[in-house]
Each structure stands twice: as structure tokens, then as C-alpha cells.
């Protein structure tokens, strides 16, 4: 898993406080996900920094969850009004390499996908398995196992639609990508 995005880069021997880029990384962080409100941009780890370019402006970079996401221009949107809301010009810089991985989704993220009802993805993403096994994936509200796939898709192409054998409950599952 990628470190933690913090605000501009801490490599710099002698670095003076920023806090300007603090300020920026701390709007930004809390801007939610169009298509799952119950994280933010920080929680799914799509927002990868906050810099400045070498004239001095400050430079957000996003990572889409793939690239024919439907909710990109929104979350880029939402993440520019919330720096203006706080005072702070901005340039949104969608960066697609690395590509985007489940593992970006931080450990508090993925509490909140299951307390608002979705099974967060299980295991790592990257290799056959993530392909072509079948993983165990517990409900999200009772805790059990004995669950089936209903569909490869749920609500959004990031999810699948699971069914609990167990409460009887529709859930959806944050595919491993």
C-alpha cells in the first residue's frame, strides 16, 4: 500500500511548514465520493498529494478508480470547490499511472464501506487469484459468511451485488481491483 498522501514533500531536509498545502490536503481530504458518500477521496486513496508546481501553485492530484469512471469529473469538480470554499486556488491534476488498486483504500476507509453496508474488498489486489478465485466475503451487517453472488455488478462497476444466506439481506461487495 502506497504511503499516506501528505502535503507536499517531506524529503526536503530543513522543509518550512506549509500550511497553506496544509490547509489544501485537509479540504481536499474531506471531499466524499459521489458514488459511496460514506467515504472520502483520502479513505478510497484517490487523492494522491498536494504540492506545489515549480511556479508556486498548488497542484492536487487525483487517481481515478479506473479510468472509464463515471464520477471522475465529478470528484474533480467537488475537490475544486472545496479548496475555493477554503480560500485556496488550485490546479486538479488527474494522474493515471499507477493505475488505481483496492489497496489504496485505507483501513478507516474500509470500516466505513462496512458500516454503511458494503463488504470492502477482501484480500490484495494483482495477481491470478484476484481473477479467478471466489473469495469468502462476509456480510456486512451480520458478520456471516454463507454468502452468494447474485450478480457481477452492483450498483456501481466497482461492485458486485452479494446476497446473506444467513440474514437474508442484499449487500453490495467493493470488488478487488
Known amino acids: 500500500m502506497p504511503a499516506p498522501i501528505e502535503a507536499g514533500s517531506a524529503d526536503a531536509p530543513g522543509k518550512i511548514m ?6 489544501a490536503l485537509e479540504a481536499a481530504s474531506g471531499v466524499p465520493d459521489p458514488e459511496v458518500p460514506c ?3 483520502a479513505d478510497l486513496g484517490i487523492l494522491r498529494g498536494v504540492d506545489r508546481d515549480a511556479n ?14 463515471p464520477a471522475v469529473n465529478a470528484i474533480e469538480m467537488a475537490v475544486e470547490t472545496a479548496l ?4 485556496i486556488e488550485a490546479r486538479i491534476e488527474r494522474v493515471i499511472a499507477p493505475a488505481w488498486t483496492t ?4 483501513d478507516e476507509g474500509r470500516e466505513k464501506l462496512r458500516a454503511y453496508g458494503i463488504a470492502p474488498p477482501v484480500g490484495a489486489s494483482g495477481g ?7 473469495d469468502v466475503i462476509a456480510c456486512p451487517r451480520c458478520g456471516s459468511t454463507r454468502t452468494s ?5 452492483g450498483s456501481t462497476a466497482c461492485k458486485a451485488h452479494y446476497r446473506c444466506d444467513e440474514c437474508f439481506e442484499p449487500f453490495d ?3 478487488c481491483i
Open 18 to 23: 506549509d500550511f497553506e498545502l496544509a490547509r
Open 39 to 41: 467515504v472520502t477521496v
Open 56 to 69: 508556486g501553485q498548488i497542484v492536487v492530484r487525483l487517481t481515478p478508480t479506473y479510468s472509464g469512471c
Open 84 to 87: 475555493l470554499e477554503a480560500g
Open 103 to 106: 489497496d489504496w483504500i485505507t
Open 128 to 134: 491470478r487469484r484476484a481473477f479467478f478465485a471466489e
Open 149 to 153: 453472488k447474485v450478480s457481477e455488478f
Open 173 to 175: 461487495y467493493f470488488k
